[in-house]
């Protein structure tokens, strides 16, 4: 099962609100990620989690923020987003972070509007 | 320089025909190397891997990498409307434990 899974699909959101994602993976993977994509550009690697500990920040402003609870688990807490957080919001999942065949598996993202 | 670049396209390919998809990247100690297809409003889907210099084929795709040349490409047989996507390819560095996507190829199959 080479599944990932997002929830919501969608989510509008006003600047003050606080809202969460989340991201579930049953593949017994031990690396977790969090990308951000804009229209027409690639995604933009946000965090990066290894054996459920934080192990990539990319400097990623403070209203977002990220949570492991287990190893099947990710979530993106937001807080004060900004019109321009506006953008597709994708979970991955691979084996292992540092061994060389990393294969990435992306969940199918939250489309995020900001108010 | 880029870390990964691809050529933004578009490409527009007749159907039943190859496509052929280029990216190079700067990293000289990269050893992993991926090819992703991105539908339009959907997430990035893996199709190819290649981990070896030469070519590794699945069904109609083919990968093909040499990393003297810092090069690696995608080929796709008999090209289909449905292959109509963006193509991303990724790298992963060699210093840090992520991937870098380079911008995208859009490829238009037409008919």
């Known amino acids: 099962d080479t599944e990932v899974t997002q929830t919501p699909k969608h989510l509008v959101m006003g600047m003050t609100n606080k809202k969460s994602l989340k991201c579930e993976q049953h593949?017994?993977?031990?690396?977790m990620y969090w990308y951000k994509q804009k229209a027409k550009k690639p995604p933009e690697l946000m965090f990066v989690?290894?054996?459920?500990?934080?192990?990539i920040n990319e400097s990623v402003p403070s209203r977002f923020s990220p949570e492991c609870p287990n190893s099947s688990l990710l979530n993106l807490h937001l807080h004060a987003l900004q019109p321009e957080d506006s953008a597709l919001y994708l979970c991955a999942s691979s084996q292992e972070v540092m061994a060389g065949n990393t294969e990435q598996f992306f969940g199918p993202g939250t489309r995020l509007t900001v108010l | 320089q880029k870390e990964v670049e691809q050529n933004s396209g578009p490409l527009s390919v007749p159907e039943g025909a190859i496509a052929s998809l280029n990216c190079t990247y700067s990293d000289r100690g990269s050893q992993s190397f991926f090819w992703y297809r991105q539908y339009s409003g959907k997430s990035p889907e893996l199709i190819m891997s290649i981990y070896s210099n030469g070519d590794k084929e699945d069904g109609r795709f083919t990968a093909q990498l040499n990393k003297a040349s810092q090069y690696v490409s995608l080929l796709i047989r008999d090209s289909q409307p449905s292959d109509s996507a963006t193509y991303l390819c990724?790298?992963?560095?060699?210093?840090?434990?992520?991937?870098?996507f380079g911008s995208g190829t859009r490829l238009s199959i037409r008919p």
């Open positions: 990724a790298v992963k560095l060699s210093s840090a434990s992520k991937i870098i």
């Open positions: 989690y290894s054996y459920e500990k934080l192990s």
């Open positions: 593949m017994g993977h031990r690396a």
